[in-house]
């Protein structure tokens, strides 16, 4: 077990380093979101009428920061095929150090990426929406959780593709409709009866509400329900995500 929390301790601060260092990374990461609220929330803030009561910039604010957590998760996968053509995994793989830490060390050190940027994002978001951090346990759970998922997510994708042109394409493919059905643009109660029943079987759609009752104090779901359904996810997900690069890697 020590050696397992040290091996992953030292993945994860090689991954942590190359995040640190990647500017065009966090430039993107930040600004995206500013972007999106400022030119939508902005512009519909005046003619959406919310059912939770928020207004419709913060509920997009929210949201939207909840969408930077899930995708930063799948660029996390993503850093296997860079792993892989630089020839650091073949390394890794030969190395005594156990597949499960390698996996872990990714998905800590994507965690402690995704904190890092909600954190600044609502320090800024603050200044002029509704955002802030009333429940920051709620966030909490909702971070570790979608950060989780969707590093599986990601590693699932990049064990069975060998460049990152299809990683990126494959992926879009994947989370597109995953967000859709989130409830990051809109209130899951709006939606007609079939696509909301999709909606609820989305586990991505419980950490959106968790993550927006952290950030603005509204919620749709049962609170008790998004927390088990998100610990639930976050258990599976790390569980699936070290079998499957555990069988990928043995090919």
């Known amino acids: 077990m020590r050696r397992l929390v040290g091996d992953a301790a030292t993945i994860f601060l090689r991954e942590w380093l190359r995040y640190r260092r990647d500017r065009a990374y966090w430039v993107g990461q930040l600004a995206f979101p500013l972007v999106v609220v400022a030119f939508i929330g902005f512009g519909l803030n005046g003619v959406v009428r919310l059912p ?10 929210s949201g939207i920061l909840a969408l930077v957590v ?22 890794l793989l030969v190395a005594p150090v156990s597949r499960g830490s390698i996996v872990l060390g990714k998905i800590a050190s994507r965690v402690v990426a995704s904190l890092g940027l909600v954190l600044v994002l609502v320090a800024i978001l603050a200044t002029f929406t509704a955002v802030g951090l009333p429940y920051p346990l709620a966030m909490l759970l909702s971070v570790i959780s979608v950060t989780t998922a969707f590093v599986a997510l990601g590693i699932a994708l990049a064990s069975q593709l060998r460049s990152l042109e299809s990683f990126r ?15 990051i643009f809109y209130p899951v109660s709006t939606l007609p009866a079939p696509t909301r029943w999709l909606a609820y079987a989305n ?8 993550f927006r009752f952290g950030l603005v104090g509204v ?17 599976a997900a790390t569980a699936g995500s070290i079998l499957i690069f555990d069988r990928q890697s043995l090919r």
Request: proline share 4%.
């Open 219 to 235: 919620h749709e779901l049962p609170l008790a329900a998004s927390a088990a359904v998100l610990v639930l996810l976050t258990l």
């Open 169 to 183: 394409l494959l992926a879009g493919l994947v989370t597109v409709p995953i967000y859709f059905l989130s409830g």
């Open 70 to 91: 899930g995708s930063g998760g799948v660029g996390g996968g993503m850093t296997l095929i860079q792993d892989r053509e630089s020839g650091f995994l073949r390394a």
């Open 203 to 210: 586990p991505l759609t419980y950490g959106v509400d968790l």
């Open 52 to 61: 939770t009561g928020v207004d419709y910039l913060a509920h997009l604010a």
